[in-house]
């Protein structure tokens, strides 16, 4: 079992350490879980997995001049 230590900062934030990150391979994005369980703290940590994203974005053929006329409804809407 690993052991590392970090200091709380005077807004309640915290380092993970650099030999835990690294143990863990943790990336940027990448999510932390805190529970607390009979007064101790558990910190777990989730992967953001690439590929949970297949099939979330459209693909195949198509003319940029409608997604670039597309964005730009959608952009005038936010402001309406």
């Known amino acids: 079992?690993?052991?590392?230590?970090?200091?709380?900062?005077?807004?309640?934030?915290?380092?993970?350490?650099k030999a835990v990150r690294e143990n863990l391979k943790l990336a940027v994005s990448d999510t932390i879980t805190w529970e607390v369980e009979g007064?101790?703290?558990?910190?777990?940590?989730k992967k953001n997995?690439?590929?949970?994203?297949?099939?979330?974005?459209?693909?195949?053929?198509?003319?940029?001049?409608?997604?670039i006329?597309?964005?730009k409804e959608l952009k005038l809407e936010k402001y309406r």
């Open 69 to 71: 006329e597309l964005a």
């Open 39 to 45: 007064g101790e703290i558990l910190v777990r940590a």
């Open 49 to 67: 997995n690439f590929m949970s994203y297949k099939n979330s974005i459209k693909v195949g053929p198509g003319k940029i001049e409608d997604d």
């Open 1 to 17: 079992m690993e052991t590392a230590t970090s200091v709380i900062t005077s807004k309640f934030q915290t380092t993970i350490p």
